[in-house]
């Protein structure tokens, strides 16, 4: 069930969507090489609880940490350990924050050090995904366009779009519906959901250098592509306005 969010739960929405934004605000300056991804997520994790949040990720399903560090193949459910980032890497970070009772999510992908201009290409055309599903993502409009947006462009552009994982709901839980895929299906058409004022949407475009095949590592978390190419991941939280989307994780 799809429940739209009042004036109050969004400004609640909106706190937790700063205190995410300045942790991955903090993740960029951070984020070198030589530093590990566990350092990380203990900074992190402590500025959440500084600012009053939950960092929503730890203990949810059993996941050990606060946040998730993605490298280069590892699209998605990284653990932070004591791996240390090489020049060359690319890193996803995602995180989730509860703040009085109520979720935001984002997510972003930065290079350490110096990195390829295909790879760099990959990184920004993940990121105009997102700004074009979030640019069609307005009251009356169907679900199915948001999808397609970001199928389009990323498939125009020689990339692949992961079809395991989808954006979603979000507002009192972490993941609520509907589920936003990246992708068109006759599934999603058959479904389409008309989006209404006040639906809060977690859009997060995952994308490959390779096939969209994945497989799951050993640690039961850690999401790759089965080919090993590279993946880049950005997520945003909105809520649905009468005249677009506000993004809540500015």
């Not at 590892?74 to 350990?81: C, M, S, T």
């Not at 690319?90 to 984002?106: F, N, P, Q």
Request: proline share 2%; charged share 30%.
């Amino acid at each position: 069930m799809i429940v739209c969010k009042s004036e109050r739960e969004i400004e609640i929405m909106r706190k937790a969507g700063r205190i995410v934004a300045d942790a991955l605000s903090i993740i960029k300056e951070i984020a070198k090489e030589d530093v590990t991804t566990e350092d990380l997520n203990t900074r992190l994790e402590k500025y959440v609880l500084q600012k009053g949040g939950i960092p929503v990720f730890k203990g949810y399903r059993g996941y050990p940490k606060s946040i998730c560090t993605s490298i280069n193949e590892e699209i998605v459910h990284g653990i932070p350990d004591q791996r240390r980032l090489r020049d060359g890497d690319i890193l996803s970070v995602d995180i989730g924050v509860e703040y009085r009772k109520y979720v935001a999510d984002a997510a972003i992908t930065i290079s350490i050090g110096e990195i390829s201009e295909e790879v760099e290409n990959l990184l920004k055309v993940c990121e105009e995904a997102l700004n074009k599903a979030i640019e069609v993502t307005c009251a009356n409009n169907k679900l199915s366009e948001v999808s397609r947006s970001i199928q389009n462009h990323v498939e125009s552009q020689g990339f692949s779009v992961i079809r395991d994982y989808t954006g979603h709901g979000i507002g009192r839980q972490m993941h609520e519906d509907p589920q936003i895929p990246n992708f068109v299906s006759k599934e999603l058409l058959k479904a389409d959901e008309i989006l209404l004022q006040g639906m809060a949407l977690a859009i997060e475009p995952m994308i490959c250098a390779g096939k969209y095949d994945t497989e799951v590592l050993e640690n039961r978390w850690t999401v790759v592509t089965k080919d090993r190419k590279l993946s880049a991941h950005f997520e945003h939280t909105v809520v649905v306005t009468e005249n677009g989307a506000e993004i809540l994780t500015v």
